[in-house]
């Protein structure tokens, strides 16, 4: 474990280069060097993978925070234990070229293996509870290390009982992955209609991972240091889920999707729709709607996160105030106003 810094910029590690000072900040490489650096810590811990879905406040984190950078993985026939710190795309590469399927929707997601879980994440038509079957959790009110079933992760759309909770901690992540090296079923028309398929059919891994890594480029959705329209947290709003008597009144053209306790909108459109186009400005151009995706906003290069909340609150409200409905944002806000 890496001696204890103190006021790291926060904006140094994450993809919206936003964020102040930590009190302190300490690298954990390794499973027993994160026990320790949680268990040690004497106040706030903010666990840090790879930043991706993480705002953090201009005054920073008055805390402690743990980079959590353990790696690696451990095959044993078609099921990978992987350790929380390891970057998510890297092992998705490397399982794909390993002649495993069902990941390969998910390719070009940046962040860690261990935040992948909390908010279930997904893309294009896959979600990792679709794959996930087992977590190693650290619980903070017990102080044990304890295996969690997908069933007791709770997941739902881009959310788990990990989210906005204190006391669990992922050390490490089992799959179940398909041996056969083909994807799952295609469930994604865009996706779909990029392949040349039929919704259902299964196509060759490595075929899709290259599929789903262009559409995400073309939408600024994989990391780049020189295209500002990538120094985002990625889709900034969770696409809502309403109640059936919201839909009949919104326009027949507005997509809509059946979902679990509703009707799933697309925040994209609706903010398109609101008066929001790509490349909206916020405060002083130095904050801006991504030129490639209505649902990302992104750091143009000085910004600060009260710009981009700024941002996102017009947004947030020019949406309800059209349609009536709210938005909630999809990354983790910290020490911000919303």
């Given at each position: 474990m890496t001696p204890v810094e103190t006021r790291t910029v926060l904006a140094e590690h994450t993809t919206l280069r936003?964020?102040?000072?930590?009190?302190?900040f300490v690298v954990a490489e390794s499973t027993a060097d994160l026990l320790s650096a949680v268990r040690?810590?004497?106040?706030?811990?903010?666990?840090?993978?790879?930043?991706?879905?993480?705002?953090?406040?201009?005054?920073?984190?008055?805390?402690?925070v743990v980079k959590i950078a353990t790696h690696g993985w451990r095959i044993d026939g078609g099921q990978v234990d992987v350790a929380a710190g390891q970057n998510w795309d890297e092992f998705v590469a490397a399982m794909v070229d390993a002649g495993f399927g069902g990941l390969e929707c998910l390719s070009g997601i940046p962040g860690s293996v261990g935040a992948t879980p909390i908010q279930n994440v997904g893309a294009y038509g896959c979600e990792v509870a679709d794959l996930l079957t087992s977590i190693e959790c650290f619980d903070r009110r017990t102080g044990e290390v304890h295996t969690a079933t997908a069933k007791e992760l709770g997941f739902a759309y881009r959310t788990s009982v990990l989210k906005g909770a204190?006391?669990?901690?992922?050390?490490?992540?089992?799959?179940?992955?398909?041996?056969?090296?083909?994807?799952?079923?295609?469930?994604?028309?865009?996706?779909?209609?990029?392949?040349?398929?039929?919704?259902?059919?299964?196509?060759?891994?490595?075929r899709v991972r290259e599929a789903v890594l262009e559409l995400r480029r073309g939408k600024g959705m994989v990391l780049d240091p020189l295209d500002h329209d990538t120094w985002s947290a990625g889709s900034f709003?969770?696409?809502?889920?309403?109640?059936p008597e919201t839909v009949e009144g919104m326009p027949a053209d507005a997509p809509r999707y059946p979902a679990d306790g509703g009707v799933k909108l697309s925040a994209a459109w609706l903010i398109e729709h609101a008066g929001f186009a790509k490349g909206y400005p916020g405060p002083g151009g130095r904050v801006s709607l991504s030129h490639k995706h209505t649902l990302?906003?992104?750091?143009?290069g000085s910004a600060t996160t009260a710009d981009l909340l700024t941002l996102a609150r017009e947004v947030r409200d020019?949406?309800?105030?059209?349609?009536?409905?709210?938005?909630?944002?999809?990354?983790?806000?910290?020490?911000?106003v919303w």
């Open positions: 936003l964020g102040g000072p930590a009190r302190a040690g810590a004497e106040d706030r811990v903010l666990l840090l993978g790879g930043g991706s879905n993480l705002v953090v406040g201009d005054s920073g984190f008055s805390g402690t204190d006391w669990g901690i992922v050390l490490s992540v089992r799959f179940a992955l398909r041996e056969d090296g083909l994807s799952a079923p295609i469930r994604y028309a865009e996706l779909a209609r990029k392949l040349g398929v039929e919704p259902g059919a299964r196509v060759p891994a490595a709003f969770t696409n809502p889920i309403v109640v990302a906003l992104t750091n143009r020019g949406v309800y105030a059209r349609f009536g409905v709210t938005l909630v944002p999809e990354p983790l806000l910290i020490n911000c």
